[in-house]
């Protein structure tokens, strides 16, 4: 190994303390502070469905998983939560997703051994959820 004079250090030194992170004057790190300075969020959280339509929905699912078809009870909710989603603003596409986060989240569709039913019934309530949405 070869020695390093003063000048070799002093370039070293130099060197990791123009690519460390800076200190500002009560010890914060710059990088610390500006990740702290978030700009507050003023827009309104988007509309959701309420919460006792979900609970419905979340049961319609339970008996469509565990029989493989959907009820006729399926088509009276679909259509409770086409019209508060409409009466709140909800967009279409924003149903849609909601339905398939409430579909997928579902802990017998996400056990299921098969995923080819679960997936053959969330095609079957995307269609009857946009059917009622626009039947409006």
Known sequence: MVAQGPRELRD??????STAPRRLDDGWEAEEIRSRMMAFDRAP?????????????RAAFSQSIASG????????LLCTAAHEARDKGIQA???????KEIWLSHADVIAAPTRT?????????????????YAL
């Not at 509309?47 to 929905?57: D, G, Q």
């Not at 078809?69 to 009276?76: D, F, M, Q, T």
């Not at 009857?128 to 949405?133: A, P, T």
Request: with cysteine.
């Open 12 to 17: 070293i030194e130099g060197t990791a303390a």
């Open 93 to 99: 596409e924003q149903l849609l997703v909601a339905m």
């Open 69 to 76: 078809n959907h009820s006729s009870e399926l088509h009276h």
């Open 45 to 57: 959280s988007p509309p959701s469905l309420e919460p006792k339509t979900v609970e419905a929905l």
């Open 117 to 133: 039913t679960a997936n053959t019934l969330l095609q079957e309530l995307i269609s009857r959820c946009i059917r009622e949405y």
